[in-house]
């Protein structure tokens, strides 16, 4: 009789394991194949709209550091195309995107005719030394915008 009891509770056992690591995993809302999916839409919205336009900040509205880089481009009489990270609803998604596409996670993310700029620090540092004015060149305001 002991016997049978110790056979029933070795068979609950690894039925039980069979569930955790075979069942469980099929059945979560958020599963690694679902979070896959997210990360390449997102990284090919953020090629797609630096390809699209001449000047791209990957930004959000209430960083200070993200207006002074848009300041720079005001002086500039330069309008960029800028993506309010904050305002969307995938804006983490593309924040993780441009961190594997960039190596940098924070904001501002600037863009010029495809090229990555860097953040704040390194549009105003091109902006002092005059390499933006030549990466803006023949830019001219984005139609996009007007």
């Known amino acids: 009789m002991q016997m049978g009891r110790m056979g029933f ?6 039925s039980s394991i069979f569930i955790i ?6 059945l979560s809302p958020i599963s690694s194949s679902a979070e896959a999916s ?14 699209s336009h001449n000047i791209v900040i990957f930004s959000k509205s209430y960083c200070p550091y993200c207006r002074k880089a848009k300041a720079v481009f005001k002086e ?5 195309h800028v993506v309010e990270l904050d305002e969307r609803d995938d804006g983490w998604n593309i924040q993780d995107a441009l961190s594997e596409i960039v190596g940098k996670r924070t904001v501002p993310q600037v863009f010029i005719m495809g090229k990555h700029i860097g953040g704040s620090d390194d549009t105003i540092e091109a902006y002092e030394s005059g390499e933006l004015a030549k990466l803006l060149g023949g830019v001219t305001k984005d139609e996009d915008d007007l």
Do not use: C, E, M, R
């Open 76 to 80: 500039l009489n330069q309008i960029p």
């Open 21 to 26: 690591i075979i069942i469980i995993p099929s």
């Open 38 to 51: 997210k990360t390449p839409t997102a990284a090919a919205f953020v090629k797609k709209t630096v390809s």
């Open 9 to 14: 509770g070795i068979t609950l056992l690894i």
